[in-house]
């Protein structure tokens, strides 16, 4: 049996060959709606698959794209590979997901390997200690675009929160209820200081000073996952302890609301706590916590659509930070200490 080709569809629809391409490509820009759906119902008469493997080779192109992620745990990183994955997917683009771990040598060899299997760009949630890697990709005008965090010394494209104005809006909801001892809580900064955290932790500072209240350092409870039981325990046997605590991401929130459970310390009748970053669980945990929301969905959808505008015009896009505004979604989780 004759496998059926391009020119097949061409013939069938009426149309020339590159029209087939373009409708193919979903380049549909100066094509009728008459045309689209003619060619759309010859493809499913003659049931007529494209050579995929062909047609990235005459294009110079695989139609995939590689996502490396700093920490799949991160519900932010979660919602934005649905977002970046669902409006890829709808030009036709695949996406190859990787998980560093926080490992900045894992990193690099996801970028060889995807780069060696010919992705057509990166997304890279940097793990913001392999500017070596990064900066070769941009020499060879490769297309590439950062999420959630920054590196010193490469410019490209980047998406982020407002991370100083989330920790400022936290500080600011304990403060209208009368907190004065408010303790921040952080997963560390790292050697080299990502860039939510650094950010967070700076804009905690900031508005306690505004604020005028006094800044204790012993307030700044910065210490990995596995130690935050102890710091907490730290925390709060303090001469002073504190009467509220910023969560500064999902992990660290979810590991206080455990401390609190398996101590049976009450929120917000005992402890005000608010989150950064919109976990699911602060939405079913009893009392509801109050979070400060980023769009991860939304800034999934921005970064696909920038590294299609990296691809389709390679070379052209001038290198921008994207900082989105955070929200408020108020809880339960804060008792007035006035």
């Known amino acids: 049996m004759k496998k059926l080709t391009i020119d097949d569809v061409a013939q069938k629809a009426g149309v020339s060959k590159s029209t087939v391409s373009q409708f193919l490509n979903k380049r549909f820009k100066y094509m009728s709606e008459a045309t689209k759906n003619r060619i759309e119902a010859v493809i499913e008469e003659l049931n007529y698959q494209p050579n995929g493997l062909a047609r990235s080779l005459k294009q110079n192109r695989t139609h995939m794209v590689g996502i490396i992620v700093a920490n799949i745990d991160y519900s932010l ?3 934005c590979i649905r977002a970046i994955e669902n409006e890829l997917q709808q030009h036709g683009i695949q ?11 894992k990193e690099s060899k996801y970028v060889e390997t995807l780069v060696a299997r010919q992705v057509d760009g990166l997304i890279i949630f940097p793990t913001g200690n392999n500017p070596s890697a990064y900066s070769r990709l941009i ?3 490769f ?8 590196v010193d010394g490469i410019t490209t494209q980047s998406l982020l929160l407002d991370n100083e104005m989330a920790a400022k809006i936290g500080v600011g909801q304990l403060t209208q209820q009368g907190h004065e001892r408010i303790a921040l809580v952080s997963l560390p900064l790292g050697e080299h200081a990502i860039t939510p955290r650094k950010e967070r932790i700076s804009g905690y500072k900031k508005a306690m000073e505004e ?7 012993e307030y700044i409870c910065s210490v990995p996952k596995e130690e935050l039981a102890t710091g907490l325990k730290h925390l709060l046997a303090l001469p002073d302890p504190p009467t509220a605590l910023l969560a ?3 992990i660290t929130l979810a590991e206080i609301l455990k401390y609190a459970n398996r101590n049976a310390i009450a929120i917000p009748q005992q402890l005000s706590v608010i989150g950064i970053d919109d976990a699911e669980f602060a939405q079913i945990y009893n009392p509801v916590i109050t979070t400060i929301r980023q769009p991860a969905y939304e800034m999934g959808m921005q970064a696909a659509k920038i590294i299609l505008s990296c691809i389709e015009d390679k070379g052209v896009s001038v290198p921008i930070t994207y900082r989105f505004p955070p929200t408020l979604q108020q809880g339960q989780s804060v008792k007035s200490y006035k």
């Open 77 to 79: 990183s979660i919602q």
């Open 95 to 105: 996406v190859i997901i990787c998980n560093a771990d926080e490992n900045a040598e």
């Open 139 to 141: 020499e060879a005008d």
């Open 143 to 150: 297309p590439l675009v950062f999420m959630d965090r920054l």
């Open 211 to 217: 604020a005028g209240l006094t800044l204790r350092e």
């Open 248 to 250: 500064t991401n999902d």
